[in-house]
């Protein structure tokens, strides 16, 4: 894993920033958590790429609140055209 920052899916609504806080310190240092709201994922930045690889390792199709966890590296955020924005 190159980088530092991770994407958590499957995520139950009701997760708060603290408990992922809380499930991923376990792991490393956690720099970083960013619920995006009612979309069920958020993204958890690790002070290192090494401790981001030992919490997806570790963490990758847990239970956490009842939803199995699906944790991948986090992608670069892509370009937003002007054109995505219009509707039709």
Same mark, same amino acid.
């Given at each position: ?6 994407? !958590?899916?499957?995520?139950?609504? $009701?997760?708060?920033? /603290?408990?992922? *806080?809380? &499930? ?19 993204? !958890?930045?690790?002070?290192?790429? $090494?401790?981001?690889? /030992?919490?997806? *390792?570790? &963490? ?29």
């Amino acid at each position: 894993m190159q980088g530092n920052k991770l994407y !958590v899916g499957n995520l139950s609504y $009701s997760v708060t920033d /603290k408990q992922l *806080e809380e &499930l991923f310190s376990k792991h490393g240092q956690v720099k970083e958590v960013n619920i995006i709201a009612n979309r069920g994922f958020a993204f !958890v930045e690790m002070a290192e790429a $090494s401790e981001a690889e /030992k919490a997806k *390792e570790a &963490l990758d199709g847990t239970d956490f609140e009842g939803r199995n966890l699906k944790i991948d590296e986090a992608r670069p955020r892509r370009e937003r055209t002007d054109n995505s924005y219009k509707r039709y």
